[in-house]
């Protein structure tokens, strides 16, 4: 129950992290409900967090950091209630691959209502927030896959591409430290 509790509370807030870190990457604008929800839950630890470790150009590494860290407590948290050895470097490698495989939760998440709203309702306010967050995956695609009968299957493509990515490539890259 333990090791639930920790992997959903770190879970959830390095996903708001990472969300909150990809949204500035995109410019996406944070008025609309997704943003301000996602700045109200991660402002406690990342203005002060931007004190110390100032944005790069369109890059909030204070944000990213966070994530991190957040990923590197969460492992190391878990290594000691399994009463595993100590190994921080491990620690570092896993919490890497956390934030990825988050990442890549993100877009997924993103991409895969953005194609539901397409179909129930695709004047929704989120739809534009979802599209431009989507932008960096879909967009590439839509060059490479032209429209079949005016239907779009990019977000099919993107969608088993990042789970392909989720459930094969980052779970064997993590594995690679051991």
């Given amino acids: 129950m333990t090791t639930f509790l920790l992997n959903a509370a770190f879970g959830i807030l ?8 990809l949204m500035q990457w995109t410019r996406t604008s944070f008025q609309n409900p997704l943003g301000q929800m996602t700045m ?4 406690f630890m990342v203005k ?5 470790i100032r944005p790069v150009r369109q890059w909030d590494l204070s944000t990213l950091l966070l994530a991190l860290l957040m990923q590197i407590v969460l492992f190391a948290l878990l290594t000691l209630l399994a009463g595993a050895p100590v190994s921080p470097v491990f620690w570092v490698w896993q919490a890497v691959f956390g934030v990825l495989g988050q990442m890549v939760d993100v877009f997924f998440y993103a991409i895969l209502l953005m194609a539901i709203l397409s179909w129930v309702n ?12 989507s932008s960096p995956i879909l967009d590439p695609l839509r060059r490479v896959l032209p429209a079949i009968q005016g239907f779009d299957f990019s977000a099919l493509v993107a969608l088993l591409l990042l789970q392909m990515i989720s459930r094969i490539v980052l779970p064997s890259l993590a594995m690679g430290i051991i």
């Fill in 48 to 52: 002060p967090a931007r004190k110390i």
């Fill in 40 to 43: 109200a839950l991660t402002d």
């Fill in 122 to 133: 695709p004047y929704s306010p989120i739809y534009g927030v979802l599209n431009q967050l």
């Fill in 14 to 21: 390095t996903f708001l992290l990472v969300l909150r870190f």
